[in-house]
Structure formats: C-alpha cells, structure tokens
C-alpha cells in the first residue's frame, strides 16, 4: 500500500456515526433521506382495495433505504445474507436467506435491523399484506 492511502482516525472526526435507531417513523425515514413525507405516487387508477397496501410498501421502501444506510441487497450475489422480517399470527421475527423468494428490497444487512423493522413497522406491514386490522 502507497503512503497516503488510508483514512486516519483524525479524518472522521467531524463524522456523525449513523444510528438507524433512531428511525422510529416513516417520518424519520423521510427526514434522513431528505424526502417529503407528505408526497405519494399518483394513486387515481389503482383500485380503492389496493391503495392501503401500495401506500404501506411505498412507506417501506423509503424505511429500509434509511435504515440500511449504504447498505444495498445485491441479487446477483447468491453469497450475500438477507434478513427478511416475519409476521406469523403474534410471532415476531427474522430469518435470512439465500433465495429470491421473499419480499425484493424489503431486506436487511443484519438480523437486528430486520427485527427493529418488524417491531416499529409492524402497522406498515400489516397494511402492505392486506392483514385485517
């Protein structure tokens, strides 16, 4: 390695260390990722039965870009984990996978960060499946 080709701890001083904690809300998620949380897509020509559910994957999306910070799941990469929330009746939980069976970007790098999700977006997933309130 050359002389100069490294960071110096003196060089993330000024750096604020990303906590996804303390995304709690769609409205934190829109805060981090500098987007208005009161804009959603055009919504006129979809059938009133499914409006809930593409409101909710929308807010999802918007959650785990925010929460997984750099962090992007790559599918071409069959050695990559990704840890997909669950809900099963009350049952909370994680699990990761190797497949494409699960739900697309709706994934995480660690299991922590997909149980964080289920447990504070739970209302966000219960809409996106169309699960009765």
Avoid at 4 to 9: A, D, E, I, Q, R
Avoid at 32 to 53: I, T
Avoid at 72 to 80: D, R, S
Avoid at 84 to 90: A, S
Wanted: charge should be positive; aromatic fraction near 16%; include cysteine.
């Amino acid at each position: 390695m050359k002389k100069g080709n490294y960071f110096s701890l003196s060089s993330f001083r000024n750096t604020k260390i990303f906590n996804y904690k303390t995304i709690t809300s769609f409205e934190d998620a829109c805060e981090v990722l500098n987007l208005d949380p009161n804009k959603f897509p055009d919504l006129s020509g979809v059938p009133l039965d499914y409006r809930r559910s593409i409101i909710a994957y929308h807010k999802l999306l918007i959650i785990y870009k925010a929460i997984n910070d750099i962090w992007t799941p790559n599918y071409k990469n069959y050695y990559q984990v990704k840890f997909y929330p669950w809900i099963k009746g009350e049952l909370i939980g994680s699990s990761s996978t190797r497949t494409h069976s699960y739900i697309g970007n709706l994934c995480c790098d660690s299991p922590e960060k997909a149980e964080f999700i289920i447990e504070h977006f739970k209302d966000e997933y219960i809409d996106y499946l169309l699960l009765p309130r």
